[in-house]
């Protein structure tokens, strides 16, 4: 945690990134002079990205401690599933090929008294999430 935080410190005191014209923790964006970003003045009414105004408006900066977060976010991610890779396939790969009446593990002997739920379920869930998707996009 330490030298998490040293990093966050002395990136700011250097200067990385430009964060020293920035809060050492914000989530905010924040554009060249400092102020919040105004995205609406980078994007076309359609919702589209307006390259020619990003130029003319501000690059996109961000703190130095959520840009830490953000990486750290990431290298979590991939760090995880190389360790379940490393040390867990060979487990996992006899498990999948193990069918569900001979598998000894205590959770599908727990499942194994619910009934199996109707593929139609799982067809009306992927068609539906998309929907739902696109409709919170609209706003």
Not at 46 to 64: C, G, H, Q, T, V
Not at 104 to 129: G, N, Q
Not at 131 to 137: A, D, E, M, T, V
Request: hydrophobic share 45%; aromatic share 18%.
């Amino acid at each position: 945690m330490a030298p998490f935080f040293l990093s966050q410190y002395l990136s700011q005191y250097k200067n990385v990134w430009y964060s020293a014209y920035l809060p050492l923790v914000s989530s905010w964006s924040f554009d060249n002079t400092g102020a919040q970003y105004n995205v609406s003045r980078v994007i076309n009414p359609d919702s589209s990205f307006n390259l020619e105004a990003y130029k003319a408006y501000s690059p996109l900066f961000i703190s130095a401690s959520f840009a830490m977060y953000y990486g750290l976010s990431f290298a979590s991610i991939t760090a995880a599933l190389a360790h379940v890779f490393l040390y867990h396939r060979k487990k996992i790969a006899i498990q999948a090929r193990r069918p569900l009446s001979e598998q000894p593990d205590i959770h599908a002997r727990l499942m194994s008294v619910y009934k199996e739920v109707p593929d139609w379920w799982y067809l009306t869930i992927f068609c539906l999430c998309p929907k739902f998707l696109l409709q919170s996009g609209k706003g």
